[in-house]
């Protein structure tokens, strides 16, 4: 199907309006979606009148500013759908991280009517294509969806759990008699997105939002953002403050990244020790500290105490945040208290029969597809509360399986990795870190398997490496994966008679989260809290390996085992002897290689064939041709991602300045499969008395994005690079039928 759509490119200035006298959509008050952008900022609108609407941006101080207006058009168009397109379009493009939005984060729409998920969306993606050909966007929709800028975006409609609770954090900060709001909700129901969509709300200039346009049932919200507005000034001293110090920096990248807000609003529970503040809210409020098992943090944590006319022996961070906050809001979860340092529930118990505390609850759950079911499922499996007559978990929205092989579920991650991106493996604290102050050595070893754990505390789940690496309960706190491997490690096993998990203690290696503590249930509890955390972390799956034989047999009788596919190794030698079928019937065999068209990817093991795939009339199909998809952003001017892609095996003879897909182990750790991308190739030879060599080889991107660098392989690195085949064609694309 045709998508229909046009983006007219104008210049915004006092004579715009004249301009459209040749466009029958803006004539006849068709609805149109807008873009009114200068170079570093952006306004992002639907209307029905677009004259009276440019006029009135015209008189705008901030938007008249802007020098260009890009008019989107279709006849496809109504309102519905150009106020879905428009909600779209401010997610992504704020996603995107070129512009900063000066759109307000309220009155986003967020509704279902006819073909929302078929028509418009393919309407939406076409839109999207344009802007990207015209360098007005950067990034595919599949990047931004997986990135922090966009899972953590403001720019969000609220659920109506968040809207509710988002009212009640409104009229409590115009309550006088109210000192501290305390939202609790479990991993997943949307905590930290309702903190940043606080920030920018209270950060948002309204002057120009036509509150006019919500419905009556949103008469509450008007009136009382009406009275936050005259209440609080525009220049609100305001602090997050979050514990973790991973995810400390991950939202200071979001923050400088949105309109209004700053990285220098996120800080740590030591930092609101130097001022005051209007507002202070605290994300994952269950990570403050008290005075237990600080390590080196004693020494601080007793001179801030101190300071601040506490007794350092009895105090907590959390009496810091109400001491310089004249509003305070938590956002805590009980169950995700995971070490003796963290605050006892106790103290959120005696705030919450405090007259000056306000009380609310997040219960939907909005990251596991999984739904609410999985989480219950996990509570009661990891506190062995599951009915032996119960049918083990599974939905048709959420992959929950067991691996008997931890060799298996690396592999399984690293190809959901390459596929959908934002997959990691995370493990329990039960080996050293010994690669801290050696990366050469290796942490964990399971059955031949050496894994290192994670090469940095700081955003860890995004960092390059990552995929390759295990993260601990302390880098993967808060985020969000597409699928997680979860590593159940020695420190925890199962007591088949007494139907219990039992923790086994010398072989926990978080000092920190142990020492001093003397009751073994309180160790339990904080390590099943741990695993409870992590099992939730997965968006669209996850998978779990157990290293102790009888939690292995526990969990086995609670969770799918996963299905595993027999594993061969593809060479350009014997897997592509593909016999009579080829000839027959035109077919070449489609093999299971996601190659990275982003740079090599991560480990892969190569498949028997998927499936065999017949070719246009137009090609003759041959005994060294077969096909695989690219997936990436690096090859976009020839190579769309997702695209099924036929390739010839290479024979040799030159190859300068042609695209091919390349094998090259030395890059990869070679236990763990072969790394394969696709790129241009180019050559640099010299001669010697023993004729031509190679210098090095370039394996170049050919990308509308200028961020993506060519991979070069220097001549220590050349005898570990194998031209697997020859690109001939893209077959099609994953949006379009052959080509």
């Not at 905590?191 to 939002?209: E, G, H, M, S, Y």
């Not at 031949?448 to 995929?467: E, F, G, H, Q, Y």
């Amino acid at each position: 199907m045709d998508v229909i759509c046009d983006i007219q490119k104008y210049s915004f200035d006092k004579h715009v309006n004249k301009v459209f006298h040749n466009n029958d959509f803006a004539q006849s008050l068709w609805p149109v979606i807008y873009l009114l952008r200068d170079n570093k900022e952006m306004y992002i609108g639907e209307t029905t009148d677009v004259y009276t609407r440019m006029e009135a941006h015209l008189k705008n101080e901030k938007k008249s500013k802007l020098t260009t207006l890009h008019l989107i058009t279709s006849d496809k168009f109504n309102k519905s759908a150009t106020l879905d397109i428009e909600h779209n379009l401010i997610k992504y493009i704020a996603g995107d991280g070129i512009f900063e939005l000066l759109n307000a984060n309220i009155g986003l729409a967020n509704h279902n009517y006819f073909q929302k998920n078929g028509l418009y969306w393919d309407i939406f993606k076409d839109i999207w294509s344009k802007l990207k050909n015209e360098g007005i966007v950067n990034n595919s929709l599949e990047d931004i969806s997986n990135s922090n800028l966009f899972k953590y975006s403001p720019y969000k409609s609220l659920n109506p759990d968040q809207s509710k609770s988002l009212i009640r954090i409104m009229k409590s900060l115009l309550d006088d008699g109210i000192k501290t709001t305390l939202i609790e909700g479990g991993a997943g129901t949307g905590k930290t997105v309702l903190a940043i969509f606080l920030f920018k709300l209270l950060n948002t200039d309204f002057t120009d939002v036509n509150l006019k346009e919500f419905g009556d049932d949103e008469t509450a919200f008007v009136e009382t953002l009406y009275e936050l507005k005259k209440r609080f000034p525009p220049n609100l001293k305001m602090a997050l403050v979050v514990p973790m110090a991973s995810f400390r920096e991950t939202l200071k990248k979001v923050f400088r990244n949105v309109k209004g807000l700053s990285a220098k609003m996120v800080v740590g529970p030591t930092e609101i020790a130097d001022e005051t503040y209007d507002v202070i809210v605290v994300e994952e409020a269950h990570r403050l500290r008290r005075r237990e098992n600080l390590g080196s943090y004693f020494r601080d944590f007793g001179k801030i105490s101190t300071r601040l006319g506490f007794d350092e022996s009895t105090n907590t961070e959390l009496d810091w945040v109400i001491k310089q906050g004249k509003k305070v809001i938590l956002f805590y979860d009980e169950f995700q208290s995971i070490k003796p340092s963290d605050l006892d529930s106790a103290d959120f118990e005696k705030l919450k029969r405090q007259s000056s505390t306000c009380l609310e609850h997040l219960k939907s759950q909005l990251r596991v597809k999984g739904g609410k079911d999985y989480v219950d499922y996990i509570h009661k499996l990891m506190n062995c509360l599951i009915n032996p007559n119960e049918q083990k978990f599974e939905s048709k929205k959420y992959s929950f399986v067991l691996f008997d092989s931890l060799s298996d579920m690396v592999d399984d991650i690293k190809r959901k990795n390459d596929k959908k991106g934002l997959s990691r493996l995370v493990a329990g604290y039960s080996w050293p870190w010994i690669s801290k102050k050696n990366n050469s050595l290796y942490d964990i070893n399971v059955d031949n398997v050496p894994l290192r754990w994670n090469s940095t505390i700081k955003d860890w789940i995004n960092s390059s490496n990552a995929i390759n690496e295990v993260g601990c309960i302390h880098t993967s706190q808060g985020y969000d994966l597409n699928y997680a491997g979860i590593i159940f490690g020695r420190e925890i096993s199962y007591d088949e008679e007494k139907n219990e998990i039992v923790i086994l203690k010398n072989n926990y290696y978080d000092r920190n989260a142990k020492a001093g503590i003397v009751d073994p249930n309180k160790l339990k509890k904080y390590i099943i809290n741990i695993y409870t955390t992590i099992l939730q972390r997965g968006i669209h799956g996850t998978s779990v390996y157990a290293c102790d034989p009888a939690l292995r047999k526990y969990l086995s009788r609670h969770i799918h085992m996963a299905k595993v596919p027999d594993k061969v190794h593809l060479t350009n030698s014997d897997s592509h002897d593909v016999g009579q079928q080829t000839l027959l019937t035109n077919s070449v065999p489609l093999f299971d290689l996601m190659a990275a068209a982003g740079g090599f990817s991560s480990n892969q093991i190569v498949t028997e064939p998927k499936e065999w795939i017949k070719l246009p009339d137009d090609i003759r199909a041959t005994k060294n041709m077969f096909a695989c998809k690219v997936v990436g952003e690096s090859m976009n001017k020839k190579i769309p991602s997702g695209s099924t892609c036929l390739f010839r095996i290479d024979e040799g003879g030159t190859r300068q300045g042609k695209i091919v897909l390349v094998q090259h182990t030395s890059i990869q750790d070679k236990d763990f499969g072969n790394g394969f991308t696709v790129k241009e190739y180019r050559s640099k030879k010299y001669i010697d008395g023993e004729g031509w060599h190679h210098a090095s080889i370039t394996l170049n991107p050919l990308s509308y994005n200028s961020s993506y660098q060519p991979i070069i392989i220097e001549p220590d690195e050349l005898n570990e690079l194998k031209v697997i085949g020859v690109f001939e064609r893209v077959l099609y694309t994953s949006d379009s039928e052959n080509l």
